[in-house]
């Protein structure tokens, strides 16, 4: 094991495949382009910064692929599980972090770690020789993402992410917003109470959504075309889609009592989530945007209860780029054509902070065992991570690949003895099966013990 594992981009999947590689004992050296060479996005140097939002979404191992993907990584060691439970925020049964405090101690235990050395600089083609793990993720440089289309010959596959907007706690109007997670979700009054809530009346719904409609928004590149994820919609993409789509996605009122008003039902809700440790600032949830800047501080202050916001950060859009993977990656994350480059986190077609960072697991716990002489067995589809590996290897149609979050439809599905299941019940026959899969090929492949 005299090879070096390099590792090109030190993001969710990066930062987590050197954790893994250099705890089974292998030397890694972790590339970043940045603070050197920065994106629009990014606003530091440090490891695993979240850009988009500071939640990991459900936590509920039990009912949900992404809450089970949560629970997978933890039982391996994982490192940005660490991080996020140990920098955690109130967020009814979310996993939300201080997203400040998480990147900066990431960034603190992958600089101490013996075997990891952090280097600096723009890496602008792929290397010809290897080992070499890519995962640099949608803001991939324009240098190496021509390079990469020039490696797969043909053109890497491309849509439009969002960023939604934070605002100043304080600059938000209390007498009219209250705390509520919603159906007061949280085992701690805290946590009942961990979002901030805006209620609107039909009337002020109906002027939001034209104003929305009607708002300047960011024009793109000569050549780009508008392919958004579902799931990462600005909202006037989804105003556009039909007045009421708000109302029933990031604006949906249900589960909620306004604690200034309790017998009146509001027609809409806007909910803003805590976005570090202090409770200083909060996102507001969903509310991805391509808006220009001048046309959000007059359509967001619409908003009852963000009439006098002050925004610490406006949202904004990028590009993202990904493989075409079902065509160009084997079982073992390698690029076909080239099986030194192994490819991990959102570049190849997973979309989500966790499923990037436990694409970013597997692809280290490969890595590490082909540099010590070993092939692991295939992780079992019956795992979030499986289910997810499979999908990107193999399991998508390629002709229409679009990223994913990790979901149930993507599991093999659960033998229905004794009739049909109900859907909580089903959820938990899917994550009992993962859960007792994962321990066993845990097991057989020697977890990873880190230094501390």
Same mark, same amino acid.
């Given at each position: 094991m005299t090879q070096t594992l390099h590792i090109i981009?030190?993001?969710?999947?990066?930062?987590?495949?050197?954790?893994?590689?250099?705890g089974a004992g292998i030397s890694v050296v972790l590339h970043e382009m940045?603070?050197?060479?920065?994106?629009?996005?990014?606003?530091?140097?440090?490891?695993? !910064?979240?850009?988009?939002?500071?939640?990991?979404?459900?936590?509920?191992?039990?009912?949900? @692929? &992404?809450?089970?993907? #949560?629970w997978e990584m933890r039982q391996a060691g994982g490192l940005l599980m660490e991080m996020a439970d140990r920098h955690s925020l109130p967020a009814g049964g979310a996993l939300a972090?201080?997203? $400040?405090?998480?990147?900066?101690?990431?960034t603190e235990r992958l600089k101490a770690h013996p075997l990891i050395e952090i280097r600096a600089g723009e890496i602008t083609a792929l290397p010809s020789d290897g080992p070499v793990i890519v995962a640099t993720g949608p803001l991939t440089s324009g240098a190496l993402a021509e390079d990469i289309a020039r490696h797969t010959g043909q053109e890497a596959l491309a849509f439009f992410d969002a960023i939604a907007?934070?605002?100043?706690?304080?600059?938000?109007?209390?007498?009219?917003?209250?705390?509520?997670?919603? +159906?007061?979700?949280?085992?701690? !009054?805290? %946590?009942?109470?961990?979002? /901030?809530?805006?209620?609107?009346?039909?009337?002020?719904?109906?002027?939001? /959504? $034209?104003?929305?409609?009607?708002?300047d928004v960011t024009e793109f590149h000569e050549g780009e075309t508008a392919?958004?994820?579902?799931?990462?919609?600005?909202? %006037?993409?989804?105003? @556009?889609?039909?007045r009421g789509t708000l109302r029933f996605g990031p604006m949906k009122p249900i589960g909620l009592t306004n604690t200034h008003k309790p017998d009146e039902k509001a027609y809409a809700v806007v909910q803003l989530r805590r976005d570090n440790a202090l409770g200083t600032l909060y996102n507001i949830v969903g509310f991805q945007t =391509?808006?220009?800047?001048? *046309?959000?501080? %007059?359509?967001?202050?619409? /908003?009852?209860?963000l009439g006098e916001a002050r925004f610490a950060r406006l949202g904004g859009i990028h590009r993202n780029t990904f493989l075409n993977s079902p065509t160009l990656l084997d079982s073992q994350m390698r690029m076909k054509s080239a099986p030194h480059l192994r490819f991990a986190g959102q570049i190849t077609?997973?979309?989500? +902070?966790? %499923?990037?960072?436990?694409m970013g697991l597997l692809a280290g716990r490969l890595a590490a065992a082909e540099l010590a002489?070993?092939?692991?067995? !295939?992780?079992? #589809?019956?795992?979030?991570?499986?289910?997810?590996?499979? #999908? /990107?290897?193999?399991?998508?149609?390629? =002709?229409?690949?679009?990223?994913?979050?990790?979901?149930?439809?993507?599991?093999?599905?659960?033998?229905?003895?004794?009739?049909?299941?109900?859907?909580?019940?089903? +959820? =938990? *026959?899917?994550?009992?099966?993962?859960?007792?899969?994962?321990?066993?090929?845990?097991?057989?492949?020697?977890? &990873?013990?880190?230094?501390?």
């Open positions: 981009g030190g993001g969710m999947a990066g930062s987590e495949a050197a954790w893994q590689a250099a940045r603070p050197q060479t920065g994106t629009f996005a990014h606003r530091t140097g440090n490891l695993a !910064e979240m850009v988009c939002s500071n939640s990991f979404r459900s936590d509920d191992d039990e009912s949900n @692929a &992404v809450g089970l993907l #949560h972090v201080d997203r $400040d405090a998480f990147s900066a101690g990431v907007p934070i605002v100043y706690a304080d600059s938000i109007d209390m007498d009219v917003a209250w705390r509520q997670s919603r +159906y007061d979700k949280g085992e701690t !009054e805290e %946590e009942r109470r961990a979002y /901030i809530n805006c209620p609107m009346t039909k009337d002020e719904y109906e002027a939001f /959504i $034209d104003a929305l409609l009607a708002a392919g958004y994820f579902d799931g990462c919609l600005p909202i %006037e993409v989804m105003a @556009a889609r039909g =391509k808006m220009r800047y001048g *046309a959000q501080n %007059e359509v967001l202050r619409m /908003i009852p209860g077609g997973v979309e989500g +902070y966790v %499923e990037s960072a436990a002489g070993r092939t692991l067995p !295939e992780v079992p #589809h019956v795992t979030a991570m499986g289910a997810l590996l499979s #999908h /990107i290897t193999g399991g998508a149609e390629a =002709k229409t690949f679009q990223p994913m979050n990790v979901n149930f439809g993507l599991f093999p599905p659960i033998d229905a003895k004794g009739g049909r299941k109900g859907r909580r019940e089903r +959820y =938990k *026959a899917y994550t009992d099966r993962a859960k007792a899969a994962w321990a066993d090929w845990l097991e057989t492949t020697a977890p &990873v013990t880190a230094p501390a």
